[in-house]
Each structure stands twice: as C-alpha cells, then as structure tokens.
C-alpha cells in the first residue's frame, strides 16, 4: 500500500499526560479509514496531530510526500469538519462556501462555489441563511466549505453525531458518495462501530492511545484479535479457550434450548425483532437472544445451551 499519509511513530502529550503512544498508520491515496473506538482513547488527539493543531513530542507525519510535522495548520492542505458546523450565521450558503477561497485568492471562484453546493446536493439553497437549514444541511455546507478547497486529506470528527438517526443514516451514505466521487482522502473519527463499519474502507481500532486492531470492516467485524475488540465489536459471550487465548460468540451464535451446557436467566429484554437474555453459567456470563418469535424464557428459569466452537471468533488474546 502507498503511504499517501504516513504517521511515524507518533507520539501527543498534553502536559505529562500521554494520550497517544507510537503510533504508525499509513493510509492510501483515496481511501476512507475510520478512527474508531471508546470514549478517551485518543480518535480526536490524532486528528488534531495530522490537522496541525498539536505539536508531536516524538514520531512524523508525512502528506504526500512532504513531512509536515512542523507545518502550520494553513500550510498542510489539510480540511477539517466538527460535529458542531461552525458555519456563519450573518453570511449566506454561497458565502459560507466561498469563504475560504476568498481568503486564498482562488481563481474561479463561483465556479468553485457551484461545484461544491452541487456535489453536496444544496444548488438551490446558496441564498439562504444557515439558520434557515435543517441541522443535515448545514452538516453539508461545512463538508462543501471543506471540499472546495481540494484538501489533500479531509478529516471528520464525529461530524454526524449531532443528528438524528434517520438523517445520520442519510447524511453517511451521502459522505460514501462524495467520497467515492471526489476520491478525497478521508480520516472519519467515530465511536459508532455501526458507523465504522458501514462507511470505512479500513478501520482503525484504538485503545488507551496506541492501535489495537486495524482491518477491513469484514475482518474487524468476524475476526477480533482480543478480548476488548470482540467486546467492541458486538461479541458479548468472551470466555478463555485454555491456551492464553479466547472464544468469543455474538448473541445470535449461541444456541438456547440444547446443548451441554446449563443456565439460569437472569435478565430479558425485547428487542423487536429478536428476545435477548442474559444467563448465568458456571461457565460465566452468557448472552444470548432468540427469534421473538419463539417462547420466551422466564427470569430464573432454567435452560440449556451450546456454544458451538465452530461459530466463535477465536481471540489472540484474552483482554
Ligand atoms: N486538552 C486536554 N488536556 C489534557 N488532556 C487531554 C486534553 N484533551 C484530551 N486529553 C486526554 O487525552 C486522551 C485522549 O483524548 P481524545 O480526546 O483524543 O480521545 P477521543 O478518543 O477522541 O475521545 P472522545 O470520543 O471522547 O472524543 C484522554 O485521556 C483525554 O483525557
């Protein structure tokens, strides 16, 4: 893979406090990675790093070619937008677009600005005042004021956070598009794995400010390498396999009613399309859910249930 971005060994402190240690990415011409992972455990850090906001105290970060570690923000030809849009209330769409081209002196500037509200579907709207636009609107006007200045690299902190799910769901298939269309280099900050999954072409898993795990949605999603990405990723029954390692079942994989195993309900929850269960085991915690169409179990009751090796994820490492 070519490095289009590269971060070297990277290494961002505020104060005594290390939030990332050592990192080393590298991302390809085109590509869309996600930052993915729990609250503090460094996604916004490294966006700040590559955005020029935050000097490393160790490593490099290299855009296509040129290592700009100690470039300011305006000199990285990098474009940045916030879950909060940031757009100014006193100036049109037209002008909240134009804005950055203006200050860089940019030849065709209206055709710039037409081209960036049509890729983000807002043509008809450069009047209007942002405060007469819906909040997946205004979303798309700080990502068209981003696209026309032909960032190398276009980051995106959580930017579809403050949205409702329906039009969150909306806003990140349009993203993909534009994307695509564009073929922008984009580093997309979440900790929505529903998200990571659905727009990434690679994500990257990150724990207590160092990569745990870094993959195709595919392989993240069916193949965790440890005990705290499967628990990420949605794989709620992790148990030791013996060998320094671990098995790891999502709900729908562990069989309820049969098997050699013995458990007793302790909590239920309606799911709409399916029951979930929470049993105690002597093998440990077990989740589970059926089809709500089957019988559902009582709180105390007794039940039986399998967990098939053959559909684990089986874990390098337990924690
Ligand atoms: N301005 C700051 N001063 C001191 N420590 C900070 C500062 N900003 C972040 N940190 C610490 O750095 C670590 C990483 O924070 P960061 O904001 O990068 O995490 P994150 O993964 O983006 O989390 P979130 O999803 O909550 O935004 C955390 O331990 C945090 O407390």
């Known amino acids: 893979m070519s490095d ?19 990192l080393d990415l590298s991302i390809a011409k085109g590509e869309l990675i996600t930052l993915l992972g729990p609250s503090g455990c460094g996604k916004s850090t490294t966006m700040r790093a590559i955005a020029g906001l935050m000097t490393p105290s160790a490593g490099r970060i290299v855009i296509d070619g040129r290592d700009v570690t100690r470039l300011p923000p305006s000199k990285r030809e990098v474009g940045l937008v916030f879950q909060s849009y940031a757009l100014f209330p006193h100036l049109t769409v037209y002008e ?3 804005f950055g081209l203006r200050l860089k002196s940019a030849p ?25 636009l819906s909040g997946g609107q205004q979303q798309r006007v700080a990502l ?29 298939m349009e993203l993909q598009r534009v994307q695509k269309e564009t073929g922008i280099t984009m580093v997309f900050v979440t900790h929505d794995q529903a998200e990571a999954l659905a727009l990434a072409d690679r994500i990257v898993l ?37 060998a320094g390692g671990g098995l790891a079942w999502r709900p729908g994989a562990v069989v309820l009613g049969s098997g050699p195993n013995q458990g007793t309900v302790r909590g239920t929850a309606f799911a709409g399309e399916r029951r979930e269960y929470i049993l105690d085991s002597p093998l ?19 039940v039986a249930f399998d967990l098939p090796r053959e559909r684990a994820a089986h874990l390098a490492r337990l924690d």
């Open 4 to 22: 289009y971005v590269a971060l070297d060994g990277l290494t961002l402190a505020y104060g005594k406090t290390v939030a990332v240690e050592g």
């Open 96 to 98: 909240n677009v134009a």
């Open 108 to 132: 065709d500037l209206d055709a710039k600005v037409r081209d960036g509200l049509a890729t983000v579907g807002l043509t008809e709207f450069a009047d209007r005042a942002p405060r007469d």
């Open 144 to 172: 068209a004021r981003s696209l026309v200045m032909e960032p190398k690299v276009l980051l995106l902190d959580e930017p579809l956070s403050n949205l409702d799910a329906r039009l969150r769901l909306e806003m990140r």
């Open 206 to 242: 990150m724990r207590d400010g160092a990569i745990e795990q870094m993959g195709t949605p595919e392989e993240i999603y069916s193949a965790p390498v440890s005990g705290f990405a499967a628990d990420f990723i949605g794989f709620e029954t992790i148990l030791p396999d013996g």
């Open 284 to 302: 440990g915690t077990i989740k589970a859910d059926t089809p709500a169409g089957a019988a559902p179990l009582e709180i105390g009751q007794s």
